[in-house]
């Protein structure tokens, strides 16, 4: 199960990984993902990868919460060998609520993935996850994604890949232009910070590091 597919990339390239380990197993995948643009992107690259034949895709255009009312109705009982998170949990209202969920639907031997920021945000982190599995005891294992992006254009007024960036990191669509200043201000003092960036040889680096918690039932 993909909880915030977006455009399929991932799954499929998970999928891929899976078929080369396991050859002959049959695969039902949950796609959830509440984007109609992003479900209708991820049917056509289904439609356009060979050999998916053993795959059995269900696709619920709806959100984690949802989801989760959907599929107490529908599926109380069953149960899933592996579910991923990724980059997801910044947009629900209560990230602990939703990983108890999530969790609750593997079988015994099932995993749930996890991928968020690692170090200082506005939303959550792994950090706040690990806190809250380790306060209720549940056992998960932890990694680091390293990634480093050069974010020196962002702080040039006007500048187009600078703009670009911007757009990316906040997730809004030109964000320059439409935030107000103090927003845009705040937003580019948090990303020179200290915690958040570095200047190497006059080029400011941001660390996009990734944290990754495989979390057990």
């Known amino acids: 199960m993909g909880v915030g597919s977006g455009g399929g990339e991932i799954d499929l390239e998970m999928l891929a990984q ?4 396991h050859p002959h197993v049959k695969v039902d995948n949950e796609v959830v993902e509440p984007s109609v643009d992003m479900l209708h992107k991820y049917k056509v690259r289904v ?4 050999d998916l034949d053993h795959i059995n895709f269900k696709w619920n255009k709806m959100t984690a919460s949802e989801f989760e009312k959907h599929w107490q109705e529908k599926n109380p009982g069953k149960k899933m060998d592996f579910i991923h ?3 997801m949990l910044y947009y629900v209202k209560d990230p602990e609520a939703t990983v ?4 609750s639907l593997l079988h015994k031997d099932g995993k749930l993935l996890i991928i968020l920021v690692s170090e200082i945000s506005q939303c959550v982190t792994t950090g706040d996850i690990k806190t809250f599995l380790d306060t209720e005891g549940i056992p998960y294992r932890n990694y680091e994604l390293l990634s480093q992006m050069d974010i020196t254009e962002c702080f040039t007024e006007g500048d187009q890949v600078g703009e670009l960036l911007l757009d990316f990191l906040t997730e809004v669509m030109e964000f320059s232009k439409n935030a107000p200043e103090d927003l845009k201000k705040g937003v580019l003092d948090i ?5 958040c960036s570095k200047e190497v040889d006059g080029r400011i680096i941001f660390n996009n590091n990734l944290g990754v918690l495989v979390v057990e039932p």
Not at 100 to 103: I, P
């Open 18 to 21: 899976l078929r080369l380990k």
């Open 47 to 50: 439609s356009t990868t060979p």
């Open 85 to 87: 998170m990724i980059q």
């Open 100 to 103: 108890t969920f999530f969790r």
């Open 191 to 195: 990303l020179r910070h200290p915690e």
